[in-house]
């Protein structure tokens, strides 16, 4: 290649480089918000028999060590596979604690607390047998009898009270049931029903003790909140928080009523707002709010939730939902799920941020360095910014370039210039600081995919292959760079995740 055609080349990169580049400013000295970190203290789960399996055990441990994990959420504590529920020939009830102990014992000995899904329903309790077409085969039917029902509540309350004490148990967090308005609930019409199960279960639960959390109604696609809060200050029906669901591929005809396109880096935080409005504007404007299930999809899609798509698409679900939500539950934190069945090969698209036979995914890596963020927010121009700052005074940056998923219905979304490589030049004001470190998750950093791809995308890697695609997985030290003249630039692939830190 003739020299005068390479300067061509490299001229051209920069100046595409220079047509992407962004100039943020940061003041170290700016007032602050708090900034809780309010997306990595809950996780979901596969069903809560999973929470006996060694590999769900090991997850857990892995999450909690790189994130700030206090809750887990799963389905089917009362599922018959738990045997907690029978009744003898004359029809009295018969509990059976052991498996219950067990899983929230699990828990609690790694420093995890349970948010407790209150189903579904064991099959001697069941109005009827009404199995939701999840593998495990749920029965999702109203109970039978609701006096038993209240009994059956009041006992597992007692019984939880007895073996962990009320000072540990009044701050788990009780939850009735699970999407009762989309097809999780046998009963109909779906709410008016669903207000009868909630009203039994929480009246049963604070007839126990008042300071057990209860709360609702645990809707997917944002429904019901508004509803909820008034049924409830109406009946004086006691809750305690509300709780609902939304997933990046919601449809905004679902969730909002209207034909709009919403992109999937926009959705959550659209419906949490909606959300956090509707609470602001009932009887109740101080209710806390749990989104108890997120994710960038809620299908199985490996250009998404196995990709490095979720880093970006965190970061920014992050920075936009900041302030008006309590507690985020991403779901799941691991592949040790079985929903649509036994899982079938390594990268599925799994929700889990870990996958089968222990290896960390991109989001993993994502969720690692964000947890490093600062409990102080520092507001800047930007949309792909998040700056704070630690109690010490050191600056964590995080800074990523999003890009669509790769998916005909993402790009058809997107603006194209959002799959292109960009600049950000970081502008540090009020600090001495002359060097930062640097954490990446990309392409290059903290993904497994293409360790996996090289070696054929085995469906049962042996164990050396999982032995290197581990070693893949895993995130390369932190760069060190000089910051000159008070200026940081960093260059970002699509797709790409930068955690900055700043002394």
Aim: glycine share 6%; charged share 20%.
């Amino acid at each position: 290649m003739k020299l005068t055609t390479l300067v061509l080349i490299l001229l051209a990169g920069l100046a595409v480089a220079s047509a992407h580049a962004q100039d943020i400013t940061i003041d170290a000295a700016a007032p602050a918000h708090p900034f809780p970190h309010f997306w990595e203290q809950m996780f979901g789960s596969g069903r809560a028999n999973l929470a006996l399996r060694d590999a769900y055990r090991q997850d857990l441990v892995e999450v909690k060590q790189a994130t700030d994990l206090k809750y887990v959420r799963f389905h089917a504590i009362f599922h018959d596979e738990n045997g907690v529920y029978d009744e003898d020939a004359q029809g009295n009830a018969i509990y059976n604690w052991s498996y219950v102990d067990q899983i929230y014992d699990g828990l609690l000995t790694r420093g995890v607390k349970p948010f407790i899904e209150l189903g579904f329903m064991p099959k001697k309790l069941a109005a009827t047998d009404f199995p939701h077409a999840f593998w495990y085969r749920p029965n999702i039917s109203p109970p039978k009898d609701y006096a038993k029902w209240d009994a059956f509540m009041a006992a597992f309350a007692r019984h939880l009270i007895e073996r962990y004490g009320i000072e540990e148990v009044s701050s788990w967090y009780f939850e009735v049931w699970n999407e009762p308005n989309i097809g999780f609930w046998g009963g109909n019409p779906f709410q008016k029903t669903y207000w009868e199960l909630y009203d039994h279960t929480a009246l049963a639960l604070k007839a126990v003790d008042k300071r057990l959390r209860v709360g609702g109604p645990s809707t997917a696609q944002a429904a019901w909140v508004g509803e909820f809060i008034k049924h409830c200050r109406d009946n004086k029906i006691p809750f305690d928080f509300a709780s609902t669901h939304v997933y990046g591929n919601d449809t905004a005809d679902n969730v909002f009523g209207t034909n709009e396109a919403i992109p999937r880096d926009k959705m959550v935080c659209r419906a949490v707002k909606k959300v956090h409005e509707e609470i602001k504007a009932s009887g109740a404007p101080n209710t806390p709010l749990i989104w108890s299930e997120f994710n960038a999809a809620y299908d199985n899609t490996p250009q998404v939730t196995d990709s490095t798509y979720m880093g970006a698409w965190m970061a920014g679900t992050i920075s936009q939902c900041d302030g008006l939500v309590d507690m985020m539950s991403y779901w799941s934190f691991s592949d040790v799920f079985e929903e649509q069945g036994i899982v079938k090969k390594p990268l599925y698209g799994g929700f889990g941020l870990i996958a089968a036979g222990d290896l960390p995914k991109p989001a993993y890596n994502a969720f690692k360095l964000l947890h490093q963020l600062g409990d102080q927010r520092i507001a800047v121009k930007s949309d792909q910014v998040l700056a704070t700052r630690k109690t010490d005074g050191t600056l964590v940056v995080a800074v990523w370039n999003y890009a669509p998923s790769g998916l005909q219905q993402d790009a058809d979304k997107a603006d194209k210039a959002k799959s292109a490589p960009i600049t950000v030049r970081l502008k540090f004001a009020n600090t001495k600081a002359q060097s930062a470190q640097i954490a990446r998750v990309d392409g290059e950093h903290g993904d497994l995919r293409g360790a996996y791809a090289k070696m054929g995308s085995p469906v049962y890697p042996t164990m050396a292959q999982l032995k290197t695609l581990r070693e893949a997985a895993q995130l390369p030290a932190p760069e060190n760079v000089a910051i000159k003249d008070g200026t940081l630039s960093v260059a970002l692939p699509p797709q790409g995740l930068a955690l900055i830190e700043v002394k």
